[in-house]
């Protein structure tokens, strides 16, 4: 277990309200990242963090958006929430990418999440 | 840019059978490459990855998988299927960021 809590793991809001998610880690891994699960899909990624306060765009990232003021911590939000952000979503830890480390991802439970 | 393909969104297979999961990559440079496995209602946890050691890969379980650059595969495979493998499998491709297939539902038959 890589030691990644996400909160709420079960959420049902309506069109139109603001949603964040939360991703916590205890591993000190410098790079945290969302993705969404959709049937069909396998797993896409909305945005990612590679340090504090330094974020980028997944490929699906219209919608969302992120802060990360501590190491520990990936906030996904939804400014006004859609149908179409109904899904799961993972928060995943990693190394960078590199000579020694091949990036490999550690995910957290998933976060269930229902517009209606 | 990197991308991958997983043939047949659902396998089924009886218990003792092989298990065989497709994998197709695309990657503008040399990838590293995963095979997760996805229980029910829970995240993904790796079962294997390639990353330029060896080209056949073993993982847990008893599965394992052959990198083939000729073919641009990954497939995955098991001899025998126990039906606690049942679960969706997803193939990744990681160059500049991760990248996964659309995944794979193994079902197991008694």
């Known amino acids: 277990d890589a030691g990644i809590t996400q909160s709420p793991r079960h959420k049902v809001t309506e069109t139109g309200t603001p949603v964040t998610l939360r991703c916590h880690q205890t591993?000190?891994?410098?790079?945290m990242y969302w993705y969404r699960q959709d049937p069909g899909h396998g797993l896409r990624l909305i945005h990612y963090s590679y340090g504090v306060k330094d974020t980028d765009k997944g490929e699906v990232s219209d919608g969302y958006s992120v802060s990360r003021s501590k190491t520990e911590d990936f906030l996904l939000t939804l400014e006004s929430a859609t149908s179409s952000q109904t899904s799961v979503y993972f928060c995943a830890i990693s190394d960078p990418p590199g000579q020694l480390n091949t990036g490999e991802l550690f995910f957290g439970e998933g976060s269930r999440l229902t517009v209606l | 840019a990197q991308s991958v393909t997983q043939l047949g969104s659902h396998v089924s297979v009886s218990e003792g059978a092989l298990v065989l999961l497709r994998c197709n990559y695309s990657s503008s440079v040399p990838p590293y490459l995963f095979w997760y496995v996805q229980y029910p209602n829970q995240g993904l946890q790796l079962l294997l990855k390639y990353t330029s050691a060896a080209t056949l890969v073993k993982g847990i379980n008893g599965f394992e998988a052959e990198f083939k650059k000729s073919e641009t595969s990954f497939h995955l495979t098991k001899p025998s299927a126990h039906m606690s493998d049942a679960a969706e499998y997803f193939c990744a491709v990681s160059a500049v960021d991760m990248r996964f297939g659309a995944g794979t539902r193994l079902t197991v038959k008694p």
């Open positions: 591993e000190n891994h410098r790079y």
